[in-house]
Structures are given as structure tokens and as C-alpha cells.
């Protein structure tokens, strides 16, 4: 064999090796990736199994309302009847099937979010047990023990079953959790609280150099006149409880109906006014061309603020979000 032939052949062989070496790589490369890629498939498909195993293990669900009453639900809800509290429900991602309004409007700064869902009317209170009927919910939920009192939940309670809250307006983050029970959405309502305290804590440090020893009152204009709102609820609650503000000492003593002569003893430092849906436009024309009114320190000051009615006047987790970006925007544009 001549020597040429012989480097051809050396050479030819020394390229199979490394090409059989190649393949042999590739081929266990791809199915460690084939075992590794149903592995995932396997995990997540448990995960869902999981989940959904999880859903199910949850109901028939028995749960006593704040009141004491057993509530119990067969199945998870999805026809859900929650008046005033769409806000809440919004917040864990679930639709109403019906939203409230004053008979007039719904709350406005939740319709980008409840275009298509039918409006009832609380015009003339609660609507009654046949229109609640006839939309057929699955679970009624209602924000405070007045209906208990004037006989509505007896009603309410025949149609399908009805939780009842003391008052959710006063605690926010019990009425969030509360639903995320008994929708089984625990971990949704978690997120949801934390992400909004995460946004109070920033809102209050940016606040900290103007709130702190500074005092706040809120006046509310209606159709039957002007009061002071105290920091129990809604955007009085956020400013205090919150944002670090003082309320106003003359509201803390129980001066809640405002008149006109009683202004001088507001040690306010910022104001803000709140129109109820524009009913309380005759009462606010009057405030401000009241010559007592334009004595006051806050006036003096330029710290006196209008607010919209809408949100200012709910709590939930987007009213009381959108308090939070007014302030920011008012005190420190």
C-alpha cells in the first residue's frame, strides 16, 4: 500500500470517529432533553391536578357570616349578587351578575372594568326579593348588618345563601379575605393586600415631610346638606389610619353635621370637599361664597381640595387606590 493511499485512510477514519462521536453526544443530549421535558409536562399537569383537586376538596363549604348565621355552598359560586362591594369582588378577579346603583348611576370609576353587567336600583333601598330571584344567584353577599335589620336578609336568605357582613367598610382587609374564603381565591386576596399595602407604604413615605402633626377634615355635600365624614371609613379611614394625617379635633369630638358658624373651630390644615354625585350642589354654591368659609386658615392657605364623590365616597381596594393618587397629586405635584 503506497503511503498516500495509507494518510487517506488514516485521515477518513479519524473523521468517522469524530462524526460517530458527535452523533452519539446528540443523541443522549436529546433524550435527556425528551426526559427532562416530560418531566416538566408531568409537574405542571400535577400542579393543575392539584389545584383543581384542591377547588373541589373546598366545597360543600360551611362558614359562619359575622353575624353568626351558617352559610353554607355546595359548589364554588359563580352567579354572585354583592351590592356596594363590586369593588372588592373586582379585586380577586370575579365579576358580579348584577352591580349596584343609586338608580340613577352605578359607581362610575368601576365601569371600565363592569361594562355589560346589568344595573339594579337602590333608589328606594333594597330591591326586592323577586328581582334578586329572577336573576338566579348562587351566593348573596351583603356589606353591612342593616339589612338584618330591616328584614332584608330573611328575604335574601330564601333565595340562595347569604353572607352577611357587620360593617366591611371598616375593615377592608377582613372583608378582602373573607370573599377570597368563600370564593377560593385565598392566595388571590393575599396578593391583592399586600400589593396595596406596598402602595400605601410608598404613598406615606412621600407624604411623611407633609402629614406628619398635620390635621385633615372631609366635608360631604348631599341633598340634605353638608357633613363631616369621620376616619372610620372610605377615604376618611386612608388619610388618617393610612397616609399618617390627623383628623380634625373638632370631628374626633363628635361635631358631624356641618353648619356654616361652626367653622371657626375647624383646626384643619387641608380640606377636602366631596359633592355626593353633584346632590349637594346648592349646599356647596353656599359654602364657598360664605364669608366665614373664606376666614378659615385652609382657605387662606390654598389647602383646600375637591375630590370626586365617586370613589371618595367607597371603600375597596381601587376607590381607596385612587384616594391614595389624588393626594399624592394634590400635596405633592
Known amino acids: 500500500m503506497n503511503e498516500n493511499f495509507r494518510n487517506y485512510c488514516q485521515t477518513n477514519l479519524k473523521s468517522f470517529f469524530v462524526l460517530a462521536s458527535l452523533l452519539l453526544v446528540i443523541g443522549v443530549l436529546t433524550a435527556c432533553n425528551a426526559q427532562s421535558s416530560n418531566k416538566e409536562e408531568k409537574v405542571e399537569t400535577q400542579a393543575v391536578s392539584e389545584n383543581t383537586k384542591k377547588q373541589k376538596d373546598v366545597y360543600p363549604l360551611t362558614i359562619k357570616d359575622e353575624l353568626g348565621n351558617d352559610v353554607t355552598l355546595p359548589v364554588k359560586p359563580t352567579k354572585i349578587f354583592a351590592p356596594v362591594m363590586e369593588d372588592s369582588l373586582l379585586a380577586l378577579g370575579i365579576k358580579p351578575m348584577m352591580q349596584w346603583s343609586n338608580g340613577v348611576k352605578p359607581q362610575l370609576y368601576l365601569q371600565d372594568q363592569l361594562q355589560g ?5 337602590f333608589a328606594s333601598g333594597p330591591p326586592s326579593a323577586e328581582a334578586i330571584m329572577a336573576n338566579k344567584p348562587d351566593l348573596i353577599i351583603l356589606h ?22 357587620k360593617n366591611a367598610a371598616s375593615d377592608l382587609e377582613g372583608s378582602i379575605k373573607v370573599l377570597g374564603q368563600l370564593l377560593n381565591e385565598p392566595d388571590r386576596a393575599e396578593q391583592t393586600l399586600q400589593s396595596y399595602q406596598e402602595k400605601v407604604d410608598a404613598a406615606k413615605a412621600k407624604l411623611v415631610a407633609i402629614s406628619e402633626g398635620k390635621k385633615v377634615a372631609l366635608i360631604r355635600f348631599n341633598a340634605k346638606g353638608m ?7 372610605f377615604s376618611g379611614y386612608v388619610l388618617t389610619h393610612e397616609l399618617g394625617f390627623e383628623q380634625s379635633s373638632l370631628v374626633k369630638n363628635g361635631a358631624f353635621e356641618v353648619s356654616l358658624e361652626i367653622l371657626p373651630e375647624l383646626d384643619a390644615d387641608y380640606i377636602f370637599l366631596i359633592n355626593d354625585g353633584n346632590l349637594g350642589d346648592e349646599f356647596l354654591k353656599e359654602f364657598k361664597e360664605s364669608k366665614i368659609w373664606q376666614s378659615t386658615a385652609a382657605f387662606k392657605n390654598n389647602q383646600v381640595y375637591e375630590t ?8 375597596g381596594i381601587h376607590a381607596q387606590g385612587k384616594v391614595i393618587d389624588d393626594v399624592l397629586e394634590f400635596l405633592t405635584p
Open 117 to 121: 353587567v346589568p344595573e339594579i336600583s
Open 144 to 165: 353591612n348588618s342593616f339589612y338584618v335589620e330591616n328584614g332584608t336578609y330573611e328575604k335574601y336568605a330564601k333565595i340562595a345563601p347569604t353572607y352577611v357582613f
Open 227 to 233: 357633613f363631616f365624614m369621620t376616619d372610620e371609613y
Open 308 to 315: 370626586s364623590g365617586d370613589y371618595w365616597l367607597n371603600g
